[in-house]
C-alpha cells in the first residue's frame, strides 16, 4: 500500500503496465520457490510493486536506500505550498496526521495518480511530481545554446521491441516538439532551416537508467538535435538510430530550450547535494572512493595459508579476497605472504594470538590488523595517522563480528566469491569512514574525531521525556506483537512468515528505543555503523531504506558453546534483519522464521507486509510527531549543561580572591549555587507541562522500561536539587530554551547571587566584563524571546551539574555496557557552544578516552588459561597495574592566534577522566572538565550516569 | 617475563647471538630463520616491519647501520612500541660499548665477531631483566642523594685531576652519587649504559675496562678503571692510554679518599633511601621515580619513609610489584601522553597518541585496587609517585606537587645543572 511513497521515477507519463518487461533495468522480482502467492497478497489489486523488489538479490538480500528531499529552503516554500497535497503523498509532507488518514488519502488518490501527465502545451500541476521552477534564461540560452553531449552507448539486443530506439538506447522519451505551433527557440533563423523537415525531439522524459540521466546533461525540455552530426527529427530519428548496433560513443547535439520568463517548465529534481551521501552508502559511488584514497595505502585482504611460503607469494591462490585492488594496496599486496608468515610465526613462538603489526611503507607507518582464523587470515592495514592501534583492534573484531553475523563464519564470507561486491561495498564504506573522515569528497561522514564512540559497543542515546518513551515503546511493541487482523494464524489458517525477535529505533542515528537483547542489538549496531546507515540517516533525509539479510547472530553461537540457560533451547530457526528507514529514522527489526513460525525456504526475500508493517510504524511515529520531538531534543540546550573551553580564557590580571570553591576569573558564567533552590516540584510541572501530542495510543509499552529517571537523581548530597530538577527539562519545549542568559539576565541573577551569599559575585561579573578575551556566545547568538528571567534562571541552574562559580563540565560520554548505550552530548549541542578551542579539546577528549580505556581493558583482559600441553613457550603478559579503575589526564591548552607577543597566552587546564564500574552494572564513565571543579561534583558527575538506563 | 633477543648479520642473517631469558626453551635455528627471514623478504618489497604485537606478546624487529639486525621478543607489559624501539637502541649500543662500531659496521670475520660479543652477554642480560634500576627505561642515569655528596665532589674531582683525567664518577650501590661536570656531558644512554656496564660485572676491587663511547667515540676506545673503595662503593675514572691501572691504585687511591672514609660510610647509611633522611616526604607516598629530562638523572626510591611500613595504614605491596607498578605506570604514561626522553639517533616512526593531541598532557593519574599513580610533567622534571590506596584521590595532585618542590628546592638533584 504505502509504495507509492517512494517517488522516484524521473519521466512524466511512463505508463506502468505495457512495456515493463521490456526495460531491463526496471525493477523485476526475483520470486523465491513457492510462496510466492501469500507473499504479495497484500499487492493484490494494484498489482504494482514496491520500489525496493527491483534490489532483491538472488540470495533474496535488499539494499535498497532511496534518496530523499530536502526539507524545502525558504526560496521555495511558494512554489511548494501549491504541492503540499502531493508532497503527503510522497512520503515528505510535513504535515502530522494520523495514519489512518493518511492511508485513506493514498488509498483515494491512487486512482488518479496511476499515470501522471504532464506536457509541455498544458502543465498539468496538481498531478506533476515535480517542483516547479521558473524557466530562467541563462546567458547561454540566449545565443541558442547548442551543446555537445558525449555518451556511451552498448545497446543490448534483446531491447530493441522498445517504443523508441531513442528510449532503448539513451533513456530519453522522446516527445514532439512541433515548430508551428511554439515560438522559435532558436535565435538564429539559419539553424532552424536545417530542421524544418519535421517536428523536433523534446526530452520529454528520463528513465532513471539510461545513460542520458546519467550523464546529467541532458534535461527535460531539451530538444535533441543530431547525433554525431546527422540531424534528427522526430520522423526519422527510428530510422537513423536503428543504424546503431554495437557499442560506440556517440555525440548528441543538444538544443537548451528557451522559454519566455513568464512560462515554467518542469524540472526533474535537481540531485541533492546530499544525495552523494546516499550514493555512497548505498554502494553506487564504490568507484570514486577508489579513486579519491588511490594514494593513501590501505588494504583488506583474506589470505589462506595453505601451502604458503614466501617463494610463492607472486600466484593469487593464496589471496582468497582483497579489497582495494589498486596501486594503493598493490604494495600491500605484494608482501601478502609477510602478513601470513607473521600471522603463523607468532603462534609458534609465542603461543598466542597476533593482534597487529606496525610496517613503513614509502616513510609512512601502517598499522596491520590481523585475526586468525584457522589457516586464514583477515588481514586489515590503514595508516597509522588515521587510525590508532586501539581503535584498529576494535575494527578488526568488530568487523570479523560483523561478517560472522552476515555469512555465518569467515570461511563462508570469502571462500565463495559469490559475496565479493558486497564485500567491497562493505569495506568501502569502512575505509571511507576511516581514512576520508574529513575529506572534501563526503564532508557528511563522520570525522575521525568521534572515532572513539565508534569503538564503543553501544551507541548514542537520545533521552527523551517520558510519555514520548512510552509511546515509542508501545508502538514498537505493538509491532512485535504482529497482531494484525489479517495476519492472524485463523484468518488464512497460515503460520506467520515471521515472528519479530525485537526492533530498536533510530533517529538521526540517535536511539530512541531498543527492544532488542543486547547481543542482538550489538549485532544490529554493528550493521548499521558499517553500514554506515547511522551517519546517512543522521544527515540525510531517506528516501526509502530497505534493508534485508539473512543473519546468523553471535547469540545463537554463543548459546551452542555455552551451557547457560538450561532445560531453555533455543529453537532452530533462520533469523533475518530488516531495516526499515524514512527520512531520518531507522527502524530496525531482528525477525525469526523457525520456531513458532513458518519455516523459510529458500533464500526468502522480504516480505511486502512486513515491510509495510515496520513503515506504517515508522509514518505513525511521524503523525504522533516523535520525530519533531526528537528534533526538539536535540535542538534543546544541552542536559546537563555543559561549558565552552573557550571561556575559561582570562587574563591572570583578574584574579579575584575569594573562598572555596575558587571562582573562575574572567568566566562568563555565574554561580547559582547558593540562592535558595526549593522549588516546589509542582512549579516545574507547570513549567514542563505535559506533552499533549504523544499521548500513548494503545496499549502502554512494558512498564519496567519506563521507568522514570528522575527518581535516580535524587542525590543525596549538596547538589541534589540542581540534578533532580534534570529530566523534565527534555520535555518538548515548544518555545526553545535560553541557555545561558543575556546581559540583563546576568544582571539580575547577580542580584540574586548577593542575597544568596555569594557576595564575589558582583564584582566578579564586573572585572570579567570587561576583561573577557572571547565573548560569550549566547550573549548574541542564542538570545530567544518568551521566556521570562524566572524561568531561564531556574532553567539554568537546574541544568547544571557542577556545583561552583562556574559551570566546569566540558564533556562526558558515559557508556551502559549491559544497555549497549552511549550518553554524551549531541553533536549540535557540541557545535552551538561554538569557540576555537573547544573543538580541539572534544578531539583531545576522544583520543584520551581511547586511551583511557584501553588501560582498563588491558588491565581486566583474563588471562589466557595456559594449555598443559606447551607451557614452555609461552608468554605470559606482564601487567603490573592489575585492575585499573580510575585514570585521568590533565591537558593545558592556550587558545589559539595569541596576538599580543609580550604576555605569555593564558593556559587553561582541563582533566579528562576515566572511571570504570564493574558490579553490578558495568558502565564506564568519561568525563572532561576544568581543573578547578572541585572533588565532591566530579563525584557526583560519576554518579548520576547522566541519565543513561532505559 | 620471558623474552628472545636475537642478534643476526643483516646481510647474510647469520645468528651472532641469541638470549633467552625466563623459563621458555630456547629458540629453535627455523624460528630464528624465520623472524629475520620475515624482516628481510618485507624489506625487498621495500616495506619495513617495525613491530608486531600478540595477545601477550610484542616483537620488534630493527636493523642497525645495514649490518646488525635485532629482534626481540619480550612479554607485552602495555607499553608503546617507543619503549620496545628504546630497548633495541639500548642493546646495540652496549654492543658498540664492547666491541666498537667499527668492528660491527664492516663485519669481517663473522665467527670473530661472534666471540668478540660474548662480552656484552651479561649486559645485554641486564637489559633484559626486570631490576630495580630504572635509568634504561628512562633513558637517565640513577642516582644517589646524600648529605655527603659536596664533599665527596671534592675528593672525586682532585682525584680524578690527579688521574689526568676529566671524566670520572663516584658510584653508591650502582647509583651514580657524584661524577664532575664532564661525565655529566655524556649522553644520557652512555650514562645509563657505563653504570649498567659497572653493575653487570663481577665484584672485583679493581678493573681496567676497554669501552667505545657510542655517541662520543664510536670508533676509539677509552680505558674505564674503576676501584672500589669500600663495599658497596666505587670509584671510577675514564681515561686515555695512560695512567695504568696500578699506578692510580698504588698512587692515588689512598691519598684522595683515605680522608673521605667517614663520608663515605655515613653516606651508604642512606641505602636504600637514597635521598638523605633529612628530606621529608609524605607518608602515602610508597616510591617515586623523578626524572630530569635536562641533564638525564634519574632518582628513584622504593624506601621513601624512614619509619617500618607496617606500622603505616595501608596494605603493604611486595618491592617487586612497586617496582613493577611504577615501570608500568612509566610505560603507560610516556610515550604515550608524555613526550619520551629520545636518544640522539632515533629513526623508527611512531604513531604516539601524544604527537596527535593538540594539547599538551601535564598530570596524569592512575587509580588501582590497591594503589594509586600520579605523573607530573613540568618543564624540565618529569615525577612518578605510587601512593598508597588509603591517599584520597583529590590530594594526590597537591601531595605529588608538594613532593617535587621538596626534592628539587635544596637543589641536591639539580646541582651540576648550570656548570
Not at chain 1, 107 to 127: A, I
Not at chain 2, 97 to 110: A, M, Q, T
Request: charged fraction near 25%; hydrophobic fraction near 35%; aromatic fraction near 8%.
Amino acid at each position: 500500500m504505502t509504495h507509492q511513497l517512494q517517488g522516484h521515477r524521473y519521466y512524466n507519463d511512463y505508463s506502468s503496465s505495457d512495456s515493463e518487461t521490456d526495460y531491463p533495468p526496471r525493477p523485476r522480482i526475483i520470486v523465491g520457490q513457492g510462496d510466492a502467492d501469500r507473499r504479495w497478497e497484500t499487492e493484490s489489486g494494484d498489482g504494482l510493486e514496491p520500489a525496493w523488489a527491483g534490489a532483491v538479490q538472488d540470495k533474496g538480500d535488499v539494499f535498497y536506500v532511496e534518496q530523499g528531499e530536502e526539507p524545502p529552503s525558504p526560496k521555495k516554500v511558494a512554489v511548494d505550498n501549491e504541492f503540499n497535497s502531493e508532497h503527503t503523498l510522497n512520503g515528505k509532507g510535513k504535515e502530522k496526521r494520523g495514519l489512518h488518514k493518511l492511508k485513506k488519502i493514498i488509498k483515494g488518490r491512487k486512482g488518479d495518480n496511476g499515470k501522471l501527465h504532464v506536457s509541455l502545451s498544458e502543465p498539468d500541476l496538481k498531478t506533476s511530481q515535480y517542483n516547479l521552477v521558473y524557466g530562467t534564461p541563462d546567458k547561454n540560452t540566449d545565443n541558442g545554446d547548442l551543446r555537445e553531449v558525449s555518451l556511451f552507448l552498448s545497446p543490448d539486443i534483446n531491447h530493441t521491441v522498445a517504443q523508441s530506439r531513442l528510449e532503448a538506447l539513451f533513456g530519453i522519451i522522446p516527445g514532439r516538439f512541433s515548430i508551428k505551433s511554439r515560438y522559435s527557440p532558436l535565435s538564429s533563423p539559419a539553424r532552424k532551416n536545417d530542421f524544418k523537415n519535421g517536428d523536433k525531439i523534446m526530452v520529454r522524459g528520463l528513465l532513471p537508467t539510461g545513460v542520458a540521466m546519467k550523464s546529467g546533461q541532458i534535461s527535460i525540455g531539451d530538444c535533441v538535435v543530431a547525433i554525431n552530426g546527422i540531424p534528427l527529427n522526430y520522423d526519422n530519428f527510428n530510422r537513423v538510430l536503428s543504424a546503431i548496433v554495437g557499442p560506440l560513443e556517440v555525440k548528441l547535439h543538444i538544443e537548451k530550450q528557451v522559454l519566455p520568463k513568464d512560462r515554467f517548465i518542469l524540472q526533474p529534481r535537481r540531485i541533492l547535494p546530499n544525495g552523494s551521501l546516499v550514493k555512497l552508502v548505498s554502494g553506487e559511488k564504490l568507484k570514486e572512493i577508489t579513486i579519491s584514497l588511490q594514494k593513501t595505502p590501505h588494504v583488506v585482504m583474506y589470505l589462506s595459508i595453505a601451502g604458503n611460503t614466501l617463494e610463492t607469494t607472486n600466484e593469487n591462490k593464496e589471496v582468497l579476497y582483497q579489497y582495494p585492488e589498486n596501486e594503493a594496496s598493490r604494495k600491500l599486496s605484494d608482501v601478502q605472504g609477510m602478513f601470513l608468515t607473521v600471522s603463523d610465526m607468532m603462534e609458534t613462538i609465542t603461543g598466542t594470538r597476533v593482534i597487529c603489526s606496525s610496517i613503513v611503507i614509502n616513510k609512512q607507518l601502517l598499522n596491520v590488523g590481523y585475526y586468525k582464523n584457522g589457516t586464514e587470515v583477515l588481514v586489515l592495514a590503514v595508516p597509522a595517522n588515521k587510525v590508532s592501534v586501539s581503535q584498529l583492534n576494535h575494527i578488526v573484531s568488530d568487523v570479523v563480528r560483523l561478517l560472522i553475523l552476515l555469512y555465518g563464519s569467515l570461511d563462508n564470507t570469502f571462500l565463495p566469491s559469490i559475496y565479493q561486491a558486497k564485500l567491497d561495498h562493505l569495506f568501502s564504506l569502512l575505509f571511507q569512514r576511516l581514512l576520508l573522515g574529513d575529506n572534501v569528497h563526503t564532508p557528511l561522514l563522520d570525522s575521525n574525531t568521534y572515532a572513539f564512540l565508534d569503538t564503543l559497543p553501544g551507541v548514542r542515546w537520545l533521552d527523551l521525556p517520558d510519555d514520548v518513551k512510552v509511546t515509542i515503546d508501545s508502538s514498537l511493541s505493538e509491532l512485535e506483537a504482529t497482531d494484525f487482523a489479517d495476519m492472524s494464524d485463523d484468518h488464512y489458517d497460515d503460520r506467520r512468515p515471521y515472528v519479530i525477535l525485537g526492533t530498536c529505533l533510530f533517529h538521526r542515528g540517535y536511539l530512541l528505543a531498543n527492544h532488542l537483547p543486547k547481543e542482538d542489538f550489538i549485532d544490529m549496531l554493528l550493521y548499521c555503523r558499517y553500514h554506515s546507515l547511522l551517519t546517512l540517516a543522521s544527515e540525510a533525509r531517506i528516501g526509502q531504506l530497505v534493508i534485508w539479510k539473512e543473519v546468523y547472530p553471535t547469540r545463537r553461537r554463543k548459546r551452542k558453546s555455552g551451557t547457560e540457560n538450561e532445560g531453555y533451547t533455543e529453537p532452530h530457526g533462520r533469523d533475518f534483519l530488516l531495516i526499515v528507514g524514512m527520512k531520518n529514522g531507522l527502524l530496525c527489526m531482528l525477525l525469526e522464521a523457525g520456531g513458532c513460525a513458518a519455516k523459510a525456504v529458500g533464500n526468502p526475500s522480504p516480505d511486502p507486509f512486513y515491510v509495510d508493517q515496520a513503515k506504517a510504524t515508522l509514518l505513525h511515529l511521524e503523525s504522533i510527531s516523535i520525530p519533531a520531538s526528537c528534533e526538539d531534543r536535540l535542538s534543546n540546550i544541552p542536559v546537563p549543561a555543559i561549558s565552552c573551553a573557550d571561556w575559561f580564557f582570562s587574563s591572570k590580571s583578574n584574579t579575584i580572591e575569594s573562598s572555596t570553591p575558587p571562582p573562575i576569573p574572567g568566566s562568563p558564567m555565574l554561580s547559582r549555587l547558593h540562592t535558595p533552590q526549593q522549588k516546589g516540584s509542582s512549579k516545574k510541572q507547570q513549567l514542563f507541562p505535559p506533552d499533549s501530542g504523544g499521548k500513548p495510543k494503545k496499549r502502554s509499552g512494558s512498564p519496567s522500561r519506563n521507568v522514570a529517571r528522575s527518581s535516580a537523581y535524587e542525590v543525596d548530597s549538596d547538589e541534589g536539587s540542581d540534578a533532580s530538577a534534570y529530566s523534565p527539562v527534555n520535555s518538548q519545549q515548544s518555545t526553545p530554551v535560553l541557555r545561558r542568559r543575556n546581559d540583563d539576565n546576568r544582571r539580575e541573577s547577580v542580584g540574586s547571587a548577593g542575597s544568596g551569599g555569594s557576595s564575589s559575585g558582583s564584582s566578579l561579573f564586573k572585572s570579567t566584563k570587561k576583561h573577557r578575551i572571547i565573548p560569550d556566545p549566547f550573549n548574541m547568538a542564542i538570545l530567544r524571546k518568551g521566556l521570562n528571567e524566572a524561568e531561564a534562571n531556574e532553567l539554568y541552574t537546574a541544568t547544571k551539574l557542577t556545583s561552583g562559580a562556574d559551570n566546569t563540565l566540558f564533556h562526558y560520554v558515559n557508556l551502559e555496557i549491559g544497555q549497549g548505550v552511549v550518553v554524551c552530548p549531541t553533536h549540535k549541542d557540541v557545535t552551538l557552544l561554538g569557540g576555537t578551542v573547544h573543538p580541539q579539546l572534544i578531539k583531545n577528549f576522544h583520543k584520551c578516552c581511547l586511551g583511557i580505556r584501553q588501560v582498563f581493558h588491558q588491565s581486566r583482559k583474563p588471562r589466557l588459561k595456559s594449555k598443559k600441553t606447551q607451557q614452555t613457550n609461552r608468554f605470559d603478559r606482564n601487567y603490573c597495574f592489575k585492575v585499573v579503575k580510575e585514570h585521568g589526564i590533565l591537558m593545558q591548552c592556550t587558545p589559539e592566534n595569541w596576538n599580543e607577543q609580550k604576555k605569555s597566552p593564558p593556559t587553561m587546564n582541563y582533566w579528562v577522566v576515566g572511571r570504570i564500574y564493574g558490579k553490578p552494572f558495568p558502565r564506564e564513565v568519561y568525563v572532561c572538565f576544568h581543573e578547578s571543579a572541585p572533588q565532591n561534583t566530579i563525584e557526583l558527575a560519576f554518579k548520576l550516569s547522566f541519565g543513561a538506563g532505559l | 617475563m620471558a623474552a628472545y633477543l636475537v642478534c643476526l648479520t643483516a646481510d647474510g642473517g647469520v645468528p651472532l647471538f641469541t638470549r633467552t631469558k625466563g623459563n621458555i626453551k630456547p629458540l629453535a635455528f627455523a624460528e630464528v630463520g624465520m623472524l629475520n627471514g620475515v624482516q628481510m623478504f618485507a624489506q625487498n618489497h621495500g616495506v619495513k616491519l617495525q613491530s608486531t604485537a600478540t595477545d601477550e606478546a610484542r616483537i620488534a624487529w630493527k636493523v642497525y647501520h645495514e649490518s646488525i639486525t635485532l629482534i626481540v621478543v619480550i612479554c607485552d607489559d602495555g607499553a608503546s612500541d617507543t619503549h620496545l624501539y628504546r630497548l633495541l637502541d639500548n642493546v646495540f649500543h652496549s654492543m658498540v660499548l664492547l666491541v666498537g662500531l667499527d668492528d660491527i659496521i664492516s663485519i669481517k670475520n663473522v665467527e670473530r665477531l661472534k666471540r668478540d660479543l660474548k662480552a656484552c652477554y651479561k649486559l645485554v642480560d641486564t637489559l633484559l631483566e626486570e631490576t630495580e634500576f630504572f635509568g634504561d627505561l628512562t633513558e637517565s642515569v640513577d642516582i644517589f642523594l646524600s648529605t655527603e655528596n659536596s664533599l665527596l665532589q671534592e675528593h672525586l674531582e682532585s682525584f680524578v685531576h690527579a688521574a689526568d683525567s676529566t671524566y670520572g664518577c663516584l658510584c653508591v650501590m650502582d647509583r651514580i652519587a657524584v661524577a664532575t661536570t664532564k661525565w655529566w656531558d655524556l649522553t644520557g644512554q652512555e650514562l645509563v649504559l657505563l653504570s649498567l656496564l659497572l653493575r653487570s660485572l663481577p665484584q672485583a676491587s679493581s678493573r681496567d675496562i676497554a669501552v667505545y663511547l657510542p655517541h662520543s667515540s664510536p670508533k676509539i676506545p677509552h680505558r674505564l678503571l674503576t676501584f672500589q673503595l669500600i663495599h658497596g662503593v666505587e670509584a671510577c675514572v675514564l681515561c686515555g692510554p695512560t695512567p695504568t691501572l696500578d699506578d692510580v691504585r698504588d698512587k692515588l687511591l689512598e691519598v684522595h679518599w683515605k680522608p673521605a672514609l667517614e663520608s663515605l660510610r655515613s653516606c651508604i647509611r642512606v641505602f636504600p633511601r637514597n635521598i638523605p633522611l633529612s628530606v621529608e616526604l609524605d607518608l602515602g607516598i610508597l616510591g617515586f621515580i623523578l626524572i630530569n629530562t635536562d641533564n638525564h638523572r634519574c632518582l628513584a626510591t622504593m624506601h621513601p619513609n624512614s619509619t617500618d611500613e607496617k606500622q603505616l595504614p595501608h596494605k603493604i605491596l611486595s618491592m617487586s610489584r612497586k617496582i613493577g607498578i611504577l615501570k608500568t605506570f612509566y610505560k603507560t604514561v610516556v610515550g604515550i601522553y608524555f613526550a619520551p626522553v629520545h636518544s640522539p639517533d632515533k629513526e623508527e616512526l611512531t604513531c604516539d597518541l601524544q604527537a596527535l593531541l593538540s594539547h599538551k598532557a601535564k598530570d596524569t593519574y592512575i587509580c588501582g585496587d590497591d594503589y594509586k599513580c600520579y605523573a607530573l610533567n613540568d618543564d624540565r622534571y618529569q615525577i612518578f609517585v605510587l601512593y598508597g590506596s588509603h591517599v584520597p584521590t583529590f590530594a594526590l595532585r597537591t601531595t605529588t606537587q608538594k613532593t617535587l618542590m621538596t626534592l628539587i628546592k635544596d637543589k641536591k638533584f639539580d646541582e651540576k645543572k648550570k656548570s
